[in-house]
């Protein structure tokens, strides 16, 4: 599986700043993509503003919670409004935003129903909207956009029951008719977002083919009914559900995220139409790669921001009002402190999403490791803040609204943000899995080059052969971490502020590129699956391209508005970020990971059973 999807990604096609970061070169440049027009930006405020409006007419966040439904009524409002095509074409029936006002208006919806902007954003992201504008023919463009703008609701199928992450390893399959017509598809999918309400799905299915060179070009052709079959390769697909054979099995509930509409899928014997093969046979996985990252960049970003926004303003509030031992707790040391942390990371949050909204909106960039980053980060922090608010809450945070209410209480719903947020750190790439992901983007440069020296036929000459061409590269690249590089010669890096933070990312980007270098002179080949060090590598990122963005969005705060008081939460930002960097850098070279994963081993394989005592016994299958 972890062979298909290295065989499946695409090599960095564009600009990314985190590479270059990782690799010790950072291009500073790359920070400042192109300003929004005036004019779009007006477009947004006046959508944000017709959004809120319905918002607060139409929506009833508190009933969705508590039927775990949204209303068709709401779903048609804000398909007549366009709110499903708003990252659509205009020559295609939708809005034509940009990036960034996708992500505000996914903002606001989240600050009121986190559930309603996940049921907006799927269809954007991962539904058919995306995949066809990307790799679809012009007649599906103009076919299905129109619809899924407007009119119908989309959704996405590649987990299975048995497949997560591991999404090379899909067993669904998608068999050619004997007359080449169509494909019979049969299978199941789990976790369908939207998958009961959607009228078009993106379907992932294994398809059996032959492999056919045509000028240099291998492509993948079908094969009637599987037969004479080499592989069976991921392939992507329009499926109408209203298709025979289609079928929701069960609407899945989780610990949050109630309202949302996630389908356990049966496919038997469906016929899809051969013109619904979104761009070419065995690159479905290719693509579904790549649509991830605006899920990544722009939509989990956004929602995980308007939910803490939502948060925000009822905390200050408690926090002044709610009086103990004769003192407001907003008095208390220990919530001050707490207070403080969530504004260095809400600041922080809002910082990252919108520089990378502004980068999705460039043309130059491929954003996959900032995207990844974002929602790491995003993910991560939203979690982290939800929970000290819920904290300074005490009692009130942990009671339901509905209770609150009952007793003439403020029903702000901070007990289900807490529960609704772990989606976000699962959804669209969970962090466990994303962190190796930015590693492996980030040291791409490093691991194409050393890669042949791991090729087990490899002859004893051209070993040494191999290994005297990376002595003569790495020597000199080695040498040149060690010596600091002159920074753009920008306005912006004038500041002194800002000059003090990218000094140290030019400093730190180099340490960071020799604590890998030495990472893996120690682990070798072992260290692609080192994923403690991996993590650390990537946290260090994340760290480094939080500094930035933070800089960078106070010094437009103040250039822009005046408001220079943001500076005490870049700066306070800045300050903790080194101290957390400082650790992980060492962690990359020293660690007690084997350690501690010699315990895990050894758990798992029951050495230590006595933890279970004092308990009714019971083990997974007797739930």
Known sequence: GLARIEAAREHLSGASFMSGLYLGKPDFDLLFPEQEPAEEQALGDAYCKTIEQLLRSHVDAAEIERRAIISDQVLRRLLEAGTFGMIIPKEYGGLGFSHKNYGRVLTL??????ILALTVAVPQSIGIAMPILLFGNEEQK??????????????FALTEPLTGSDAANIQTEAVPSADGSEFVVNGEKLWCTNGSIARYITLVARVPARKRVHEGHETWVPVAAGAGAEARVPTAFILDTRTPGFSVRHRCQFEGCRGIDNAYISLENVPIPVENVIGEIGLGLRYALTILNIGRAISVPAICLGMAKQAWQPTLDYAAQRVTFKKPIGTRQSQRIRVGKMALDLFAMEALSELVWRMADVDIYDIRIEAAVTKIFCSEQTIEFLKNAQILFGGMGYESADSKRARGQPAFTIEQLVRDAEMYRIGEGATDILR???AREGLSAHLERIAPLFDEHMRIPSYITGLTKLAWFYLPWYLSQWRPRSLPDRVELQHAKVKESFVYLERASRTLARAVF?????????LKDDQGRQNRIARVGEDLFAIAATTLHAYRLEQEHGKSDVWNLADNFFRMAKVRITATLKGIVHNQDEMNAALGRRAIHGEYSSLSNGVVQRDLHDY
């Not at 030495?518 to 072992?526: H, T």
């Open 109 to 114: 919806i989240a600050s009121w129903s986190n």
């Open 436 to 438: 190796p992901f930015v």
């Open 142 to 155: 103009k076919h299905y956009l129109p619809r899924v703008a407007r009119h119908d609701i989309s959704a």
């Open 518 to 526: 030495y990472a893996m002179l120690i682990r070798r080949e072992a």
